[in-house]
Structures are given as structure tokens and as C-alpha cells.
């Protein structure tokens, strides 16, 4: 079961790091370039979750697979990962101080669903009607679901708003299923 408090505590230790040492864009971009290093090739985490190999052994090879160059905060903060045995909370770690990063940027992600594809003038006024709601940057992730037959779907921090034909017509007919019943 994932805990999602370590991930936490982890993505903010090493945000406050980040910005003590004047790196947060540099951990941010090593951080996600990490994930995609241990995504592509899985037997990085066989080998780091095996328990026949010392943490030595592991922190050491750690230090040799990430790239010439990586911040030595980062490579620090994996090697600590390992000694704790959070090595297979890596990938939540970098969701959360990925959002954490955004919100210290100004930034909000917004999911946006819709029956067909957005063009560039919809979703450019979508994005200038949301940045002047929020305050914020916004940036968009669009996918197309004809099941919603129209209207929007938006997700953002969690939450939902649901302005779909297909929420409405279903809304409609349990009014009139209940009223006619």
C-alpha cells in the first residue's frame, strides 16, 4: 500500500533543500529526468530493492547510473532514499515536488476533457479565462472524450467541474424519473 505522507515529507524536504542551495530548477528537471531513468530501465529498482545487496553496494551504483554532472543534492537525496528504504517511493516523491514546484512557480495544471479537440483560439481563451480566475499561470492538458457528448470537463488540485451534456442530460433524467415515479 502507498503511503503518501512519505512522499510528502520527502518532496518538501527536498523543495526547502532545493531553494536553500538556489537549485530548484536544476532538482526539479534531475528529479524528473531520475524518474525516467529508473521508468525506462525497471531493473534499476530490482537491483536497489534487493535485499542481498549491502546499501553500500546500491548507494555506490546509484552514484555511477545517474548522469555526469547531476547536483550533488540530488544524488545526495536518492543515496538517503536507499538508506531509508524509500527507494520505491521515488516516483510519488517527484509527482508531489513536482506539484509543489509548480505552486512555488505560480503555476497551475489544469485537465481539461472535451468530445472533440480544442482548437488553438477555444483553448487559448479557456486558458486566459482560467489565469484571470486563479491568478495563476495555467497550463493546460487536453484529451478528447466523445462520451461526454459537449460541453467541459475540468480537474484541477483535485477538483472536478463537471459541465458535460452528458452529466446534465444524466441529471435530467433522474429529475424526471423521480418526479414521474
Keep these: 500500500m502507498r503511503d503518501y505522507r512519505i512522499a510528502s515529507r520527502y518532496a518538501r524536504a527536498l523543495l526547502a533543500l532545493a531553494e536553500e542551495s538556489r537549485e530548484l530548477d ?26 542481498t545487496i549491502s546499501r ?3 548507494e555506490d551504483f546509484i ?17 538517503v532514499l536507499i ?6 517511493d521515488l516516483f510519488d516523491i517527484q509527482e508531489k515536488f513536482h506539484r509543489l514546484y ?3 512557480k505560480g503555476l497551475q495544471r489544469v485537465r481539461v476533457e472535451s468530445p472533440v479537440l480544442l482548437s488553438e483560439i477555444v483553448e487559448g481563451k479557456l486558458r486566459a479565462a482560467l489565469e484571470k480566475k486563479l491568478g495563476r499561470k495555467v497550463y493546460l492538458e487536453t484529451t478528447v472524450n466523445p462520451e461526454i457528448l459537449g460541453g467541459l470537463v475540468l480537474d484541477l488540485d483535485g477538483s472536478r467541474i463537471d459541465g458535460s451534456f452528458r452529466t446534465t442530460l444524466l441529471e435530467l433524467k433522474q429529475r424526471l424519473l423521480g418526479t414521474y415515479a
Aim: charged share 35%.
Design 63 to 79: 552514484g555511477k547510473i545517474l548522469p555526469e554532472g547531476f547536483s550533488n543534492l540530488l544524488v545526495n537525496f536518492v543515496k
Design 26 to 51: 536544476r532538482i526539479e528537471k534531475e528529479l524528473a529526468d531520475t524518474v525516467g531513468l529508473v521508468h525506462r530501465y525497471p531493473e534499476i529498482s530490482n537491483l536497489i530493492m534487493n535485499s
Design 56 to 58: 553500500e553496494e546500491k
Design 102 to 104: 509548480e505552486e512555488k
Design 83 to 88: 538508506k531509508k528504504r524509500h527507494f520505491q
